[in-house]
């Protein structure tokens, strides 16, 4: 008898366990669902919650590039005012000696020229008004 004792008491016990694998079983299923419920509950909300959020931290992104840039634009032009002005000073400095070394040359400047073109002209009516006569 007393292996059928024991077989009963071996059946009972499995019964047991097979209850409480089905009830925890159970409760994993209901959790499963109750998550799901959450997340259609408070899904939306949380989703909008991440796009406000992302929209503010866009925002904070771009205005710290856009800060960036403007230091980096205003520093270019800085660089380019220096750069042109050293270039236009090189440039005036250059033709301000080119035009001494011409004049030590005893080539005759511009003004010189035209001076001359005036005296031509001024002879030539001269000439002309003499020849009238």
Known sequence: MDSKRTLR????????LGREARRAGRNVWLAGLGAASEVETHGRDAFDAMVR?????E???RRKIEDALDVA?????????WF???????????ARGAERTL???GVPTREDIATLGRRIDRLSREVE???ER
Request: proline content about 0%.
């Open 59 to 61: 925002a904070r992104r």
């Open 84 to 94: 042109v002005g050293t270039v236009e000073q090189g440039v005036d400095g250059a």
């Open 73 to 81: 634009s205003g520093r270019a032009r800085r660089v380019r005012e």
């Open 9 to 16: 008491s071996a059946g009972a016990r499995l019964e047991e």
């Open 103 to 105: 004049e030590r040359m």
């Open 129 to 131: 008004a003499l020849g």
């Open 53 to 57: 959020r992302g929209e503010a931290y």
